[in-house]
């Protein structure tokens, strides 16, 4: 059954070009500025921002404009019915709203723009299970519905070498923030619908690793876990949490879904590592 709902995301996800082609998905792209020089995010590698960080340039990010959005809706809009344009959390980034203004202008009534609550392969995971949802011949307001219920069953848990890029950004409170580099701990913070949070502290790396663990473990009486594991820097831990979570039980879907997109690890910063965590 062929699909009547349109997909447009932003680059935060993660979401790769062989996906998006094959599930004809349109990705409206933000910018990185390093050091004065603006990047697309999605068509450069990365590991550029880690570096930047590395060496203390000054980075910064911006979000598409309405015209982008406009642009993607009407390329959608010749091959389906209706669209839904699914963004970064508003409380985030500005490019919900810069999503919501383009479809304003536009004047389509079927055009519906959501904001995920969430961001990288947590919002990526939304977008997977959507048009696994809409291949089914489920109809747009269908498909918004269980927009709702994905975004009730997930969160990100991550943590991060420093909380200063957080604060300087206003996405974590200041007293927070003073806390945990005072102590020098490893601050463990938590996204959910929209809302960031520092949850937790530990001492090291390894009490990271355990407490990830003792949240995916809480979660198995619910259903079906899923674990998707991201990162700045940090391959070889992402590789050794995944390690840790299979062994709770081998039939939770894990995943490595890479690097962090390069607009988000902008603003997480060095040490970033993280899993969006849901059941379904």
Do not use: W
Request: charged share 25%; glycine share 8%.
């Amino acid at each position: 059954m062929k699909r009547t709902v349109g997909i447009v995301v932003d680059s935060t996800f993660g979401i790769d070009q062989a996906f998006s082609r094959k599930h004809d998905i349109t990705v409206v792209p933000l910018k990185v500025i390093i050091d004065g020089k603006e990047y697309v995010d999605g068509s450069f590698d990365p590991s550029l921002v880690v570096r930047a960080l590395q060496n203390k340039l000054e980075v910064k990010t911006s979000q598409p404009s309405p015209e982008q959005f406009i642009h993607a809706f009407e390329e959608q809009l010749k091959r389906y019915e209706s669209v839904i344009c699914i963004t970064l959390s508003k409380t985030l980034s500005g490019t919900y709203n810069s999503a919501n203004l383009g479809k304003t202008i536009l004047e389509h009534p079927k055009v519906y723009v959501i904001d995920s609550e969430s961001t990288i392969n947590g919002a990526g995971y939304m977008t997977e299970k959507l048009i696994e949802f809409l291949d089914e011949g489920h109809d747009v307001h269908q498909g918004l519905n269980r927009l709702e219920q994905l975004k009730s069953k997930g969160s990100i848990i991550f943590t991060i070498d420093n909380l200063q890029a957080l604060i300087k950004s206003g996405r974590i409170g200041k007293i927070q923030a003073v806390i945990g580099n005072i102590l020098k701990i490893k601050p463990i913070l938590r996204f959910k619908q929209g809302v960031l949070e520092l949850e937790h502290k530990v001492r090291n790396f390894n009490n990271v690793i355990l407490y990830l663990v003792e949240q995916t473990q809480k979660l198995i009486s619910q259903g079906q876990v899923i674990v998707r594991i991201a990162y700045v820097d940090q391959s070889i831990q992402a590789k050794e949490l995944e390690h840790e979570i299979y062994r709770i039980d081998d039939s939770i879907d894990i995943k490595i879904t890479g690097v962090i997109s390069a607009v988000v690890s902008a603003h997480v910063g060095l040490g970033g590592l993280g899993i969006y965590l849901a059941y379904e």
